[in-house]
């Protein structure tokens, strides 16, 4: 079937349709998306679509607003993937050891702490609220 339709590129299969909205720009945000599905105002397949996450596949027609787009899966490999540099990486693993240590350390001094601090005070002359 040929079709003139500007396509949509996703990643993932399938897709829910509100989100497909905020990706095509058709809508400003996803509450807008799901308030426009639920009135009727979303045509998938020539069809009015009610279902907020209706699953949407590959070759599927989406209108609304007089916009008309289908949806196209593109398979991603590994050398479209964003690399990592080895400095990036080497910072990542400084950052994570060093907040492991601080948490062990804060953990050792938080238990030394809780040993020394037993009151009997009251915690507070409020009195409760009662309904």
Not at 24 to 49: P, R, T
Not at 80 to 92: F, G, M, V
Request: glycine residues 4%; positive net charge.
């Amino acid at each position: 079937m040929p079709s003139n339709f500007p396509l949509i590129d996703v990643s993932t299969q399938p897709i829910e349709l509100c989100k497909l909205l905020k990706i095509a720009n058709m809508v400003s945000g996803g509450g807008e998306a799901k308030i426009v599905i639920s009135e009727g105002y979303v045509l998938l397949n020539n069809e009015v679509e009610f279902q907020k996450r209706k699953k949407v596949y590959h070759a599927d027609i989406i209108e609304f607003n007089s916009e008309i787009i289908q949806v196209n899966v593109v398979k991603i490999g590994k050398d479209e993937l964003p690399l990592t540099t080895k400095k990036q990486a080497e910072a990542t693993l400084t950052k994570q050891n060093a907040f492991k240590k601080a948490k062990k350390k804060k953990s050792i001094n938080n238990d030394k702490a809780q040993s020394v601090q037993v009151t009997d005070k009251a915690r507070s002359k409020r009195k409760p609220i009662s309904f």
